[in-house]
Each structure stands twice: as structure tokens, then as C-alpha cells.
């Protein structure tokens, strides 16, 4: 597609529950990131990928947090057992090389209860 | 580490010009980007210069990047109430170094007066 699709864009789950994130990069895109921007706007860098494997993963927490970018699927974030600070907005992004314009998606606005 | 530097803050009446400021400490940057942030939305790309440019125009938005002092700003010509938004500067793509995440600034918030 043209567009970064990101889904869902609303998710709410009780603490504890798992909770799963997509995004469909831009085809032709390599390289996918995912970013968290919580309280005051803040963008915190997760994980990206170059193709389906994991490129730099320094921003991921240890504990709970995965994320696969599968050929053929669209990408996932996944949070297991979430906790009531892992309320923010997700985005993703896509780009074609590692140095090009990146274009981010709406975003998933998760909310932990 | 890199960081990106921006006022929390901007004030500008109707019709007049919007200039943000940007400020960036990498000195490897090979994109520097602009988003626009809407309430309650993503972010959409509105424009971006390559490092090797001075300035880049498209319509009422003006980029002028000053690499020897890390300088990106963002003009916005003849302001209208649909630009009221978060701002974000980016940069990003050191292609010689692993580490070519994009660095995001904590947005400026434009404020319209009628």
C-alpha cells in the first residue's frame, strides 16, 4: 500500500492481559520502526527491522515486549501481562533504505485499565 | 548521545509567518524531517531536507537547514487556523554508524490568535 496502516487504532486492556499491535509498512519499504510517544509528547525509539530481521533493538524493554516483522504478514508488537504504564500511542513506521524519509502511520492508542 | 532541541511554545496571529526552530547535535544527520501532529492523530510528514541542502520551499512551508550550527527551521507563510498542531523535528540516517534511529524533539505546540 501507500500508507503506513497501523491496527487497531483504539485497544483498551485490564493489566495483565496481552495485548498485540500490526502495521503494514509501505511496499517496498525495508526497514520498519516502532516508536512509543507517551505523557508530553515524547517519542521513545522500541525495536526496527530490516526486512524480518531485528536491526536495533536497544529501545525495547527486557521484559514483556516482543516484535516480528514476518514475510508476507504485517509487522506485530506484542506486550505481554501489560501494565498500567504501557498506556501511550504506538506508531510505526516504514522506509526504504536505512538513510530515507521515513512515514509514520496513525498510530494505536493502547489504554491500560 | 544525539538529541534534538525545540521550544515547547509558539504564539502567531492569523496570517502572519510562523518560524519553528530546531536544534540537533549529530552531526552525521543525513535526514532532518518536520512532522505535523494534529490532537488525538498520527503524525504526517510534512516535509524533509537532505543534509546536503540549504533550503527546501513547497508551498507555504520553508525549510532552511544551517549545518555548520545545526540549525533547522520551518517557516510557515500566511498562517491559517488548520495549522494550529504539535511540530516535531526529526533527524535521522548516519548511514556509516548502526545506531540510524530516527531522534525525535519533543514538539513545538503552534498556537493560532484570530
Known amino acids: 500500500g501507500e500508507e503506513v496502516a497501523q491496527t487497531p487504532k483504539h485497544l483498551v486492556r485490564g493489566e495483565g492481559q496481552k495485548a498485540k499491535l500490526y502495521c503494514a509498512p509501505i511496499k517496498g519499504h525495508s526497514y520498519v520502526f516502532w516508536y512509543q510517544q507517551v505523557l508530553k509528547n515524547e517519542f521513545k525509539f522500541l525495536i526496527s527491522f530490516q526486512n524480518e530481521n531485528v536491526f536495533d533493538e536497544t529501545g525495547m524493554p527486557k521484559e514483556r515486549f516482543s516484535a516480528k516483522c514476518l514475510p508476507n504478514s504485517p509487522c506485530s508488537l506484542e506486550i505481554q501481562a501489560t501494565k498500567l504504564e504501557d498506556s501511550a500511542v504506538y506508531f510505526c513506521a516504514s522506509s526504504q533504505d536505512r538513510a530515507a524519509e521515513a512515514f509514520f502511520g496513525q498510530g494505536t492508542r493502547l489504554t491500560v485499565v | 548521545g544525539e538529541d534534538v532541541e525545540q521550544s515547547l511554545f509558539l504564539s502567531v496571529r492569523e496570517g502572519d509567518s510562523s518560524v519553528i526552530n530546531c536544534t540537533y547535535t549529530?552531526?552525521?544527520?543525513?535526514?532532518l524531517y518536520w512532522y505535523k501532529q494534529e490532537p488525538g492523530a498520527g503524525l504526517q510528514l510534512l516535509t524533509y531536507i537532505f543534509s546536503n541542502m540549504d533550503m527546501k520551499q513547497d508551498q507555504r512551508l520553508t525549510v532552511l537547514l544551517n549545518k555548520k550550527d545545526k540549525h533547522l527551521s520551518l517557516r510557515i507563510a500566511d498562517t491559517q487556523t488548520g495549522d494550529s498542531a504539535i511540530y516535531f523535528c526529526?533527524?535521522?540516517?548516519?548511514?556509516?554508524?548502526?545506531?540510524?534511529?530516527?531522534?525525535f524533539g519533543k514538539g513545538t505546540r503552534l498556537h493560532i490568535l484570530p
Open positions: 549529530d552531526s552525521s544527520s543525513t535526514y
Open positions: 526529526a533527524e535521522s540516517g548516519a548511514p556509516m554508524n548502526r545506531d540510524d534511529k530516527i531522534i
